[in-house]
């Protein structure tokens, strides 16, 4: 492969943007293609084959780019799909780290909340992470499917997902977690208003910068990363260009290029 190729990023709709940008911070000198599928998101609530074949679709889009790397920065894609995609793409594949790791070295309770999707939780992928390292942890996980559509609608502030976040956050208040992991890559977005609710001595684990920081280690490792130039990213959704954009600027601060539409139907 060539150092030189892109890494392609992709999730249901926006909220693998927030990978994106730890993506940028630690590795500049990459170019990125980003895909959100914002035309059929929300992803948790659908059935797994469906969500495998959506998965498939992306894939192809990104061999047809000639990516080096494949960054699948979805809980839900990643928990149902990617021992499964490593064995059919012909470049290097990542998912979400699951955050379980820097949820135990905060937690002093080990008591650790997991807010995900429908697909992520019935996956039960953080909790066997979490007995894996230490099997006196207990995890509290708690779907929330509310949230993705909210955020995708731009509705980031409001009484609507405010009372969402209140009817989801209680369980894990009365379970007195001392660590949660946003087991949605959608979720940084509402970062302060789960904060707000669940107070102070609760530590938020995004696990965006250890999802940066592994796709690092696996291109460092097949001597793939790149050198000596600056990064471009290209933006690209399957619906919504304009909404897309709006929500990237409130992760990205420096101007950003055009989105681009792409149909996955032109990459059978």
Known sequence: MNKAAPIGVFDSGIGGLTVVKELRAL???????????TARTPYGSRSPAEILEFMQQILRFFSAQQVKMAVVACNTMTALGLDIAKKKVPYLLVGVN?????ALKVSRTRNIGVIATQATVASGKHGKAAKAIDPKATVYPQACPKFVPLIEGESIRGADIEEAAVEYLSALKDAR??????????YPFIHALISGI????VTLIDPARETAEDARSLLAKHHLLAEGRNGKTRFCVSADVERAKRMAQHLFEQGLPDFELVNLQDYQ
């Open 27 to 37: 590795m500049p000198h990459e170019d990125i293609i980003y895909f959100g599928d």
């Open 98 to 102: 699951t955050g379980i790791r820097s």
């Open 177 to 186: 977690v001392d660590a949660l992991i946003l087991g949605c890559t959608h």
């Open 198 to 201: 669940l107070g102070d001595g």
